[in-house]
C-alpha cells in the first residue's frame, strides 16, 4: 500500500508541492539566520514527496517549543490549517481518507514542525 499510495500522491501533487518547499528551504538556507526554517522546509518537503510508511515522532526541548511559538504565529498556523482543510474534504469520500489522513500528518508536522522528526515506518 506504501508504495501505490506514494506514486498516486506524487502525481496528484505531491511532487509540486515537495518541489515548492525545497525551492522555499534553499532561500530560508542563503542568511545564517534562515538556516533554522529552511531545515524545517526541507523536512516538510521530504514529508510531502512521499508521506506513506513515515511517522513524525517529537521529542523537542525548551529551544524547539519556543522556535515552534515563533513559527505559529508567522507562518505556521496558516500552513496547518490548509493541509488539514484538504484533509477534511478527502475524507469525505471512502477512497479519499487515506490520502486525507496524510494530509493530517503533514498539518502536524506545519504547525510545530522544530524538534519533529520524520522516521520511516517499519513493519515486521
Aim: proline letters at 3%; one cysteine or more.
Amino acid at each position: 500500500m506504501r508504495i501505490i499510495g506514494n506514486l498516486i500522491w506524487i502525481v496528484f501533487g505531491g511532487l509540486i508541492s515537495a518541489i515548492g518547499w525545497w525551492i522555499t528551504g534553499i532561500f530560508w538556507c542563503i542568511t545564517v539566520v534562515g538556516i533554522p526554517v529552511g531545515i524545517q522546509c526541507f523536512k516538510l518537503s521530504s514529508i510531502s514527496l512521499n508521506p506513506f510508511g513515515k511517522e513524525i515522532e517529537n521529542d523537542g526541548g525548551t529551544v524547539s517549543f519556543l522556535l515552534n511559538i515563533v513559527w505559529l504565529l508567522l507562518s505556521g498556523w496558516e500552513l496547518a490549517l490548509g493541509n488539514a482543510i484538504m484533509g477534511c474534504i478527502l475524507c469525505i469520500t471512502i477512497i479519499g481518507i487515506p490520502f486525507g489522513k496524510q494530509f493530517f500528518k503533514i498539518a502536524k508536522v506545519a504547525l510545530m514542525p522544530f524538534g519533529a522528526r520524520v522516521v520511516r515506518d517499519h513493519y515486521l
